[in-house]
């Protein structure tokens, strides 16, 4: 498999799941979702976990056993593929772009409520652009939502590594990791 590139439209902040939940449900089917806030006995906001649903309205809903665990304060947003499908026969159920966006979202960011994809580095080279809009869908925001959320994630393979990149200034290279 060659290099992917996936480009991550993100809306948002919803404050509460059912507003997310309403606007899954009016505008998007599948997508990935990743939720900020507090956990119980935790002082930061941080990322806490990202997700992917074939249909997120069905997905992002008050049953969500992850999503109920944060305390009071949460922003979710949502988020589309921007970018044009991959040619060939489909090999997986999952549409590739959603997985090796939220592969390597977990795997180099680390959110702590993720339980898999965090244990090793996405199965094919992917870059991840990440672009963010506010909930009217037309304006952009130029400030990230939460600092260790990077603009673009390149991660070129196992042997070369990747670069994780936060706009103005910092970028932070990952080695690779022997297997």
């Known amino acids: 498999m060659k290099h992917i590139a996936v480009k991550i439209d993100w809306y948002g902040p919803y404050y509460s799941i059912s507003e ?20 119980e006995n935790k002082r930061k906001k941080k990322i806490r976990y990202i ?49 090796l966006a939220e592969w390597g979202h977990v795997y180099f960011i680390d959110p702590y409520l993720n339980e898999k994809k965090k244990w090793s580095p996405p199965k094919y080279p992917v ?3 990440n672009h963010w809009w506010n909930k009217d869908y037309e304006t952009l925001i130029k400030k990230r939502p939460h600092k260790s959320w990077p603009d673009v994630i390149d991660f070129l393979g196992k042997t070369y590594g990747a670069k994780v990149v936060w706009y103005g200034g910092e970028c932070e290279v990952w080695k690779p990791k022997h297997f």
């Open 20 to 39: 997310a939940q309403k606007a899954a449900k009016d505008d998007y089917e599948s997508g990935l979702y990743l939720a900020i806030g507090k956990l």
């Open 51 to 99: 997700g992917l649903s074939k249909n997120l309205a069905n997905r992002v809903n008050d049953a969500h056993a992850t999503l109920e665990q944060f305390d009071g304060e949460i922003e979710i947003w949502l988020g589309e593929v921007g970018s044009t499908g991959i040619p060939g026969r489909k090999t997986q159920s999952t549409d590739l772009h959603l997985d």
């Open 127 to 129: 870059t991840i652009i």
